[in-house]
């Protein structure tokens, strides 16, 4: 029963966007998400977005291989689409389904887990370190990516075709597979702390590094997100998100 513990770990949500620069409903999409995540502000401040960019239906420089392995795994079938913790999925006519998901995950899936992450640069490597606490012994695992804002690509769809700027671009995944890198029961007790560090992890030259992220997502049992983190790549640091209790 998720409900059975204290909660002491504040629950931050991913949601990913599944988008393209050749699709061109696909701005009206982020614009749904970002209306839904400004309803409220927990939402504001424990929503996390991340656009995964696809070239299946024409050219995208943005798009990462993992993308069509997602959207193939979860069944889902038009661009664009919202993934809600990696248990939720469906299309962006309307803004409600991508609502209901984000009250599923903070109503029904309190965090049993909390994470911490830190990283350097140097070289164009950074170092990331990424520190898991829990309240369960359960197996976790742990998804790691590289996010950056305010990207200017081409877009279909819109005026400013040529200037567009995408927001929250998925980069890279550091893990080495998008379910996450796995902690083992034994390597996890409550009240322990866990670390897991990815050394050397290449940068792109083209990336701006000072609008790039480390988004950190821990995965239970059942491969869902159960919390995550973000931090900046360049110098960043986020402890536990703990739980307001005032």
Excluded at 18 to 32: N, Q, R, S, V
Excluded at 238 to 244: F, H, I, R, V
Aim: aromatic share 10%.
């Amino acid at each position: 029963d998720p409900h059975s513990y204290s909660g002491a770990y504040d629950r931050h949500v991913a949601a990913f966007e599944f988008t393209g620069a050749w699709c061109t409903w696909c701005p009206k999409g982020l614009t749904i998400m970002n209306n839904v995540i400004d309803l409220d502000d927990r939402y504001k401040d424990n929503v996390h977005l991340m656009a995964f960019h696809s070239d299946s239906g024409g050219e995208d420089a943005l798009a990462i291989d993992q993308t069509d392995m997602l959207y193939e795994h979860f069944r889902l079938t038009a661009y664009p689409s919202f993934l809600t913790d990696l248990r939720t999925g469906g299309g962006l006519d309307d803004g409600y389904a991508f609502l209901d998901s984000i009250d599923e995950s903070l109503e029904e899936f309190p965090a049993h887990c909390g994470v911490s992450v830190t990283s350097e640069i140097s070289d164009g490597k950074a170092d990331i370190t990424v520190k898991v606490r829990t309240e369960l012994p359960l197996e976790y695992r742990v998804a790691v990516f590289l996010v950056e804002d305010g990207v200017r690509y081409k877009q279909a769809g819109v005026s400013n075709s040529d200037t567009y700027v995408h927001f929250h671009v998925v980069r890279k995944m550091v893990s080495s597979i998008w379910q996450g890198d796995r902690i083992s029961r034994s390597a996890l007790v409550p009240g322990e702390e866990y670390i897991k560090e990815y050394k050397g992890v290449q940068l792109d030259e083209t990336w701006n590094a000072a609008k790039t992220s480390v988004y950190v997502l821990v995965l239970d049992y059942a491969s869902r997100v159960n919390n995550m983190n973000i931090c900046a790549v360049e110098g960043g640091e986020s402890g536990y998100p703990e739980k307001n209790l005032n």
